[in-house]
């Protein structure tokens, strides 16, 4: 890692490997009321984009084309059940949602510090072995809204030595593969006093970590 500038790939192309359907699921009727319950606004939807994630990989690593179509017409038909079991994979035994949780009670400084110093070198090193990663994003601070999170796959790296800038190219499920043009930066040379992290697409982002992951046979 001499070089002034890394250009890390690896081989995960978001318009062949992405599903083309967005990460936007509707209740069905018999849970509707219970979505109520947390949900005021009157369009009762729910994300899986951590299973979205998770299944893009388990067919990418299979060499097998991803399904083509353009939305998700039934609750619980098999693709939608696959989704919510490798949902429920990325939990890791809850694991990964106390993670969220922590980096969410932590300060600025904190998240900053174990972004760039503990979880970039992590994802280098699989981009250096041409693995693609599923990152959380930790979009919020305080003990509320743990579900406007996030989770994306890192596809590749550009990583600036010098200046410590870094850009990462990521498969964001709430856009459709045909619509996949997005970015992580930040800047990671002085991280004790931020990272000055964004996404592309303006939401609000303070830092990632990586979320383990295991290949399962694609429907």
């Known amino acids: 890692m001499n070089q002034e500038k890394i250009i890390l790939e690896s081989g995960f192309k978001p318009e062949f490997h992405g599903f083309r359907f967005i990460n936007t699921f509707k209740f069905p009727a018999p849970l509707k009321s219970i979505a109520n319950l947390f949900n005021k606004t009157s369009n009762k939807v729910y994300g899986l984009c951590g299973g979205m994630c998770f299944a893009a990989l388990d067919y990418f690593y299979a060499n097998i084309p991803i399904p083509q179509q353009k939305q998700i017409l039934e609750n619980f038909s098999g693709l939608h059940r696959y989704l919510w079991s490798r949902q429920i994979a990325t939990f890791a035994w809850l694991r990964v949602p106390i993670?969220?949780?922590?980096w969410m009670l932590s300060?600025?400084?904190?998240?900053?510090?174990?972004?760039?110093?503990?979880?970039?070198p992590k994802l280098l090193q699989n981009m250096k072995q041409k693995k693609p990663v599923v990152l959380a994003l930790v979009r919020e601070k305080g003990f509320h809204s743990p579900t406007h999170n996030h989770q994306v796959i890192a596809t590749s790296c550009i990583y600036e030595q010098r200046s410590g800038n870094v850009t990462i190219n990521i498969y964001d499920p709430n856009h459709s593969s045909?619509?996949?043009?997005?970015?992580?930066?930040?800047?990671?040379?002085?991280?004790?006093?931020?990272?000055?992290?964004?996404?592309?697409?303006?939401?609000?982002?303070r830092g990632f970590f990586l979320i383990p992951y295991k290949h399962h046979k694609p429907i």
């Open 99 to 102: 993670r969220i949780i922590s």
């Open 107 to 120: 300060s600025d400084k904190k998240v900053s510090v174990l972004t760039a110093e503990k979880e970039l």
């Open 178 to 205: 045909l619509d996949q043009n997005h970015r992580i930066t930040l800047n990671v040379s002085q991280p004790s006093i931020g990272i000055k992290i964004q996404q592309s697409t303006n939401e609000p982002l």
